[in-house]
């Protein structure tokens, strides 16, 4: 934008169509998850398996993330409003880190169940029931996984993209499972068990720092990938009239990115031309991010300006 009152111009947008694959994918983890613990009750109840008892808790824990993904995405989707002009974003950054700690949670609570198997080995009961309770679970989730990582690299949701580490890692879970399952029942090996169970924990912490980094970027207001620095540079340098471009400052928040920088021109081009040739910019750079928020200030050539930061 050049100023407090302008046109209305049209853009192409893919918020509205972000936000329903968003809602999709949320409605999906919750429903998934509730089936999964349906399921995985049945068989603790009918095997007494602690095994099938970590993976119980654990998609009970999915479910609490998921909900509270639900509710953290349709509140990010909110369009701005009077006392939150920029849009309410980053409540997906805030629901990443919720999830992070369900998800540390989780591990740190399975690491104590493989302690307490290596302590205390003992056989797995009816192995058949387990392996295919975790059979139907595997193809549940791994579909799941499918349909959010899609819309992960449509939407670019830290929330959803947090949401689907959960349900990786149940993928994890579920296979270490039917090993333990097969290895301790058939072959005898009661360590299988534990030794899965701790590499997967492991493995969950490591993500779940991922995702707590990518949320606390967002948050923080951390700029965007150079890669997309240099986009807008390129974009806004490519119009004949501008002659240089600096004190660029870029962040994301939620779906939305906000762009803004400092457009040099010549001094003798009218105001007229000069707001002219900034909407001709900014309509340039929404080609690329459709879904952004621009702010353009226009500065003459000869005149120098002191900014806390350059660009």
Not at 59 to 77: C, E, G, K, T
């Amino acid at each position: 934008m050049t100023g407090d009152e302008r046109p209305t111009m049209q853009y192409p947008s893919t918020t509205e169509e972000n936000g329903r694959l968003m809602r999709l994918a949320t409605y999906a983890s919750v429903s998934v998850a509730s089936l999964l613990i349906a399921l995985k009750t049945g068989a603790w109840i009918a095997t007494e398996s602690i095994a099938m008892l970590s993976t119980l808790v654990d998609s009970l824990l999915d479910a609490l993330a998921s909900i509270v993904s639900l509710f953290a995405v349709r509140h990010a989707l909110t369009p701005a409003d009077q006392e939150h002009r920029f849009g309410h974003g980053k409540a997906e950054a805030l629901a990443a880190m919720a999830q992070s700690a369900f998800i540390t949670g989780s591990s740190v609570l399975l690491l104590f169940q493989a302690g307490e198997r290596f302590i205390h080995p003992r056989p797995l009961a009816a192995p058949g029931t387990g392996i295919w309770v975790m059979a139907v679970s595997i193809v549940l989730t791994v579909g799941l996984v499918a349909f959010q990582m899609w819309v992960v690299r449509r939407t670019k949701s830290v929330a959803v993209a947090a949401d689907s580490l959960h349900y990786k890692g149940d993928i994890l879970v579920n296979i270490a499972v039917i090993a333990a399952l097969v290895l301790g029942s058939w072959f005898g090996l009661l360590y299988a068990d534990p030794i899965f169970g701790t590499a997967i924990a492991f493995y969950i912490l490591y993500n779940a720092w991922l995702i707590v980094r990518e949320a606390l970027d967002m948050l923080m207001d951390r700029e965007l990938p150079d890669g997309e620095r240099q986009r807008i540079r390129d974009i806004a340098l490519a119009h004949e009239e501008v002659e240089s471009l600096h004190d660029m400052r870029t962040r994301r928040s939620g779906q939305t990115s906000f762009i803004q920088f400092h457009l040099v021109m010549n001094a003798e081009l009218t105001l007229l031309k000069a707001h002219e040739v900034s909407d001709e910019v900014e309509l340039d750079l929404r080609r690329t991010f459709p879904d952004a928020e621009i702010l353009i200030h226009q500065d003459p050539t000869g005149i120098v300006e002191k900014h806390a930061f350059h660009s």
